[in-house]
């Protein structure tokens, strides 16, 4: 992309989320895309979407309880909400990041990596939102990138260009200010490995991914099912 936006000093639309609740939040919106039928979710699965091994960085660890804290300061500022439905007890929660930024499924998409795994290529950006919106051409995820940079109040920003690295990475702004520590690229891993190596360590990705999906699928089922007798 031409013309970089400048690395923001501050979030959009307040204070910063903590990096608990730009965990949550991207919990949320990924599941919502990715496994809409066991959405919105329960507080045990959101805390196995948060603490999954795959698509996640860094991997957290996260109780009960901070995911609890998380939502309601989430939930207070308009970016997440509650309901039960009706005869069972059991709360379930969703995102309003759609609504409160304005945001069509493709935006929304994109966001939501960019909130799960940190800064990111364009081209990474493409592969990991293949299960939630699939993009016919890297240019529409470019397109897409570009729009959440150039709102009035932006919600990502193209980060400097490292030096050996051919190019620019991508970050939300919905944690603060980028630090330095942020934009500094990984010098390991399957991005700076043989492209072979990259492609085989991506398909592994997706094996895992799919099955997680899955997983999220039974325990939605077995949560609506129980709702039935509580």
């Not at 948060?50 to 500022?77: I, S």
């Not at 007890?89 to 990596?113: G, I, M, S, T």
């Not at 990474?124 to 009035?152: I, Q």
């Amino acid at each position: 992309m031409e013309g970089a936006s400048p690395v923001m000093e501050g979030p959009p639309h307040g204070s910063p989320l903590t990096p608990v609740e730009v965990r949550v939040a991207g919990a949320l919106a990924e599941k919502a895309l990715a496994t809409p039928d066991s959405y919105p979710m329960s507080l045990n699965a959101l805390t196995a979407a948060c603490n999954q091994k795959t698509g996640r960085d860094p991997v957290m660890d996260l109780e009960e309880r901070e995911v609890t804290e998380a939502l309601d300061a989430l939930m207070r500022r308009g970016l997440a909400g509650n309901t039960t439905g009706a005869g069972a007890r059991v709360e379930k929660y969703r995102h309003n990041l759609d609504r409160r930024f304005d945001l069509d499924a493709p935006a929304l998409a994109v966001l939501a990596v960019l909130l799960l795994r940190g800064p990111q290529t364009a081209g990474e950006v493409r592969a990991r939102t293949a299960r939630l919106h699939p993009f016919e051409t890297l240019e529409k995820v470019e397109g897409v990138l570009r729009r959440l940079a150039e709102r009035e109040e932006p919600l990502a920003a193209e980060l400097p260009l490292q030096p050996g690295r051919k190019e620019p990475r991508f970050a939300h702004l919905l944690g603060g200010p980028v630090t330095e520590e942020a934009t500094a690229a990984p010098v390991s891993g399957p991005a700076a490995g043989p492209a072979a190596g990259a492609e085989r360590v991506a398909a592994l990705e997706r094996r895992v991914e799919a099955l997680e999906e899955a997983l999220d699928a039974l325990r939605g089922a077995f949560e609506r099912f129980r709702d039935q007798f509580e």
